[in-house]
Nanobody
Framework: QMQLAESGGGLVQAGGSLRLSCVAS????????MGWFRQAPGKEREFVSS????????LYGNSVKGRFSIFNDKAKNTVFLQMNSLNPEDTAVYYC????????????????WGQGTQVTVSS
């Protein structure tokens, strides 16, 4: 089992920035892909970004390209999501996830999930 714990959410004004963190513990493996998803009220869970834990290969959803960046700190078993130029449409609960399938945007490909952290962007 792998446990994931997100932090860093909060309330920010449009145009602002936030950095989310996800700490992995338990049965961590270097072969995992770490992903970020988000879900707004009444909407489906949406892929945001992913990174290969060892390869460092990244993938971004179209709605966040150029504004968000994902990176990891292997020594701390932590993956980060830097979010810039936030707008109200980015308001959602953001989830960290871990899976073994690379280059996928499907939530079903991810095995482990965190509890989520709320991000609210005011206009």
């Amino acid at each position: 089992q792998m446990q994931l714990a997100e932090s860093g959410g909060g309330l920010v004004q449009a145009g602002g920035s936030l950095r989310l963190s996800c700490v992995a513990s338990g049965r961590t493996q270097s072969s995992y892909v770490m992903g970020w998803f988000r879900q707004a009220p009444g909407k489906e869970r949406e892929f945001v970004s992913s990174i290969g834990w060892i390869s460092g290969i990244t993938l971004y959803g179209n709605s966040v390209k150029g504004r968000f960046s994902i990176f990891n700190d292997k020594a701390k078993n932590t993956v980060f999501l830097q979010m810039n130029s936030l707008n109200p449409e980015d308001t959602a609960v953001y989830y960290c996830a871990a899976g073994l399938t690379a280059y996928t945007t499907s939530p079903s490909a991810y095995t482990y999930w965190g509890q989520g952290t709320q991000v609210t962007v005011s206009s």
